[in-house]
């Protein structure tokens, strides 16, 4: 299947900082890809759809000030948690739609990125 | 609007089969299925896209009933490797939308 990477796998930050997640799609190029985010034993939580060259579409409930999504290029969206708090804590994981997979649809998941703000 | 899925968790032993349910409340455009082992990223299992489709790889399948708005996922001769949380994920009718996933069904295969 695609390859989606994430970067870091892990991050533990001091609070009140800010921390940038990158997402990259590997071997195909990805126009949209999703931010999601989960926590201890429960469902992916869709947090916004990032588009190649245009502003990502949040979910309702998520501060666009505070979750800063930029999709620079066909292959590489990034997640910035501003001003992270304890409560921001999280599995954040990408997902890159592949473009010719067995259909238009399909996600392939990054491996993830684990945050802990202390 | 999250799927319902059940049962919220399951223990097989190895060769056992099991069956998990996915419904809707709403039309839908396609089914999708990830499995999810602990501390790791989901993987694609399938998607599934037309009414009365079924599809399968090794001895996990899965069909799509449109009209009911469900899906099926089936684990046939279960292996340890088949444990984890097994997640569908729903996209509604018109296509290109987000797919909202259910709350997981987690599978534990034991000897």
């Known amino acids: 299947g695609a390859v989606v990477s994430q970067h870091p796998s892990w991050v533990i930050c001091k609070s009140g900082t800010s921390v940038k997640i990158e997402c990259r799609s590997l071997d195909f190029q990805a126009t949209t890809m999703f931010w999601y985010r989960q926590f201890p034993k429960q469902s992916l939580m869709l947090m916004a759809t990032s588009n190649e060259g245009s502003k990502a579409t949040y979910e309702q409930g998520v501060e666009k000030d505070k979750f800063l999504i930029n999709h620079a290029s066909l292959t590489l969206s990034t997640l910035t948690v501003t001003s992270a708090h304890p409560e921001d804590s999280s599995f954040y994981i990408c997902?890159?739609?592949?473009?010719?997979?067995?259909?238009?649809?399909?996600?392939?998941f990054g491996p993830g990125t684990r945050l802990t703000v202390l | 609007q999250q799927p319902v899925q059940s049962p919220q968790a399951v223990i097989l032993r190895e060769g056992e089969d099991a069956v998990i349910n996915c419904s809707s409340s709403?039309?839908?455009?396609?089914v999708h299925w990830y499995r999810q082992k602990h501390g790791e990223a989901p993987v694609f299992l399938m998607i599934?896209?037309?009414?009365?489709e079924q599809k399968g790889h090794d001895k996990i399948s899965a069909s799509f009933n449109e009209k009911k708005q469900q899906s099926s996922l089936y684990l046939t001769a279960s292996q340890l490797s088949y444990s984890g949380t097994y997640f569908c994920g729903t996209e509604g009718k018109g296509g290109y939308q987000k797919v909202t996933f259910g709350i997981g069904t987690k599978l534990q295969v034991i000897p």
């Open positions: 599934l896209l037309k009414g009365g």
């Open positions: 997902s890159a739609r592949f473009p010719s997979g067995p259909s238009t649809d399909t996600q392939y």
């Open positions: 709403k039309a839908l455009y396609s």
